[in-house]
């Protein structure tokens, strides 16, 4: 099944380029430092109902420069998508508000392998009002048309085509269930552009310039490329590998569906 994944990847990928992309930033230090000082994501990072795991993954993940990129006010629609445990939904609840509301997405397959992200196990230990749950394979979100103002992924778009997802419907549906002017913001693990399909997904990794190619021609305009290069990392193997993992090259995608609600050509 990842097979007709890979192939659905490599007939999209075959397709000439359609937009112009702005150049990739590496200025990680003025990045960080802006996006700390910005006084809701301060305030989200210091909410009291975060765990202690969860406030100690934020220096490594850089949380701050995803929060940034994403950009989401009170009163907004986020999507979470493979959210896992809910480390980046907990987030987006403090900054979208009461007004606003977070999905939290896992598939069916993580949670039979992780029974914590079972979404009532995750109630019995995140309480907020303005915090939802969705049980779908990648393929199978629901929703109405233009009912997201965000779509978030960290660190889980690899993940896409080792449970056989379809990557070309999977961004075909992000297109769909954005606003207008609404945003995808994808954070992972990047991978050596040369090395074939199949064996960056092996490795926990895709490379930037891979997403960067679907999200195109999924119709949206990508508006930023972080680049967060590691010294500790060699992409030639899994992100999992002792000294490597938590300490990976990584990026930052953000992508724009146009105002005017049609895809990009």
């Not at 934020?58 to 999507?79: C, S």
């Amino acid at each position: 099944m990842m097979r007709a994944a890979v192939l659905a990847l490599l007939l999209a990928l075959a397709a000439p380029a359609i937009a112009q992309t702005p150049a990739p930033r590496t200025d990680i230090a003025a990045l960080l430092k802006d996006a700390k000082a910005d006084p809701a994501i301060k305030s989200a990072l210091a909410t009291k109902d975060r765990s202690v795991d969860a406030r100690v993954r934020d220096e490594g993940r850089m949380v701050e420069l995803i929060l940034k990129a994403a950009d989401a006010r009170p009163g907004q629609r986020v999507l979470d998508v493979g959210s896992g445990g809910g480390y980046l939904a907990l987030l987006f609840s403090s900054l979208v508000g009461e007004k606003g509301h977070v999905d939290i997405h896992n598939t069916p397959g993580w949670i039979n392998q992780f029974p914590s992200m079972d979404p009532s196990v995750q109630k019995a230990r995140i309480k907020r009002a303005n915090i939802g749950w969705i049980t779908e394979p990648w393929n199978g979100i629901p929703g109405e048309p233009n009912s997201y103002d965000i779509i978030v992924l960290g660190q889980v778009y690899h993940d896409v085509g080792l449970e056989a997802g379809d990557y070309a419907a999977l961004d075909k549906r992000f297109f769909e269930l954005l606003k207008p002017g609404g945003r995808v913001v994808i954070e992972d693990h990047d991978a050596i552009p040369e090395m074939y399909f199949a064996q960056q997904l092996n490795l926990h990794r895709i490379s930037h310039g891979d997403v960067e190619g679907l999200m195109l021609r999924a119709g949206f305009a990508m508006t930023d490329m972080i680049l967060i290069e590691s010294q500790y990392d060699d992409r030639r193997f899994n992100v999992f590998r002792p000294g490597v993992r938590g300490r990976t090259d990584r990026f930052i995608a953000t992508f724009v569906k146009p105002a005017d609600g049609k895809p990009l050509r």
